[in-house]
């Protein structure tokens, strides 16, 4: 049963997704057409994985993996002072936020050892440290209304949307730590976007603003032709 259920999850990834994968394409004169699909892919995936679902596996420690891909839009890694940077929290909220490195790293955080799946075939296992997303949420009094976040990021602008309830489960983190480090610029730092619920171009890196909004707003990869909801 659990093999036929990961069949048809992968299959119900458009093919825009693994045709678009590595290569760019923005999906040209299909481009309509994939865009009627994908309101009826969101609603097979959801029906199949489910965001209020299982939690994911958590991994066995000393599984962690020797190296960690690093990946990245802009021409050079992206960098950024750790002291002046800032994650706003900010769309349909009563408490809009700024928070410093440092205020992230004061509020209650876990630690989750992941298998991490890229949608170019590879894995790989790293212990994410970092503030559930959903407490960000309930610090900021996030509307319930705001069925949609979207996460911005000093990476050339790259950009995602989740639902709502993919963002808010207990294994969405903001991370600011990897293995027992502090995250590095290769990895996203200051802090990132980091779940396993979904594919690893959902996860953005380089943080700089976490939005909720009443609809979805897309996303860079998803604007040219990859899977949006993109679920595990």
Not at 17 to 25: D, E, N, R, Y
Request: charged share 20%; hydrophobic share 40%.
């Amino acid at each position: 049963m659990s093999d036929r259920r990961d069949f048809l999850k992968r299959a119900a990834l458009t093919a825009a997704g693994f045709t678009a994968a590595g290569c760019g394409w923005d999906g040209g004169p299909l481009w309509p057409l994939l865009r009627a699909w994908d309101r009826p892919n969101r609603w097979l995936q959801r029906a199949l994985a489910p965001p209020g679902g299982p939690h994911v596996r958590i991994e066995p420690a000393g599984s962690e993996s020797p190296s960690f891909p690093q990946y990245f839009i802009s021409p050079m890694m992206p960098r950024v002072d750790p002291a002046v940077w800032r994650l706003e929290v900010s769309g349909m909220v009563r408490r809009p936020l700024s928070l410093s490195l440092s205020d992230l790293a004061a509020m209650p955080r876990v630690t989750l050892r992941l298998r991490h799946y890229c949608i170019e075939g590879w894995t790989a296992v790293a212990a994410w440290t970092g503030v559930r997303l959903a407490e960000i949420a309930r610090v900021a009094g996030a509307d319930t209304a705001a069925g949609f976040v979207d996460f911005r990021s000093f990476d050339a602008g790259y950009w995602s949307s989740w639902d709502r309830e993919s963002a808010l489960h207990p294994q969405t983190l903001i991370a600011i730590g990897l293995n027992g480090s502090w995250l590095a610029p290769g990895h996203g730092a200051p802090a990132r976007l980091y779940s396993n619920l979904k594919y690893g171009y959902k996860s953005v890196k380089y943080l700089t603003g976490v939005r909720f909004v009443p609809e979805s707003t897309g996303g860079y990869w998803e604007d040219k032709g990859y899977d949006w909801y993109a679920a595990l």
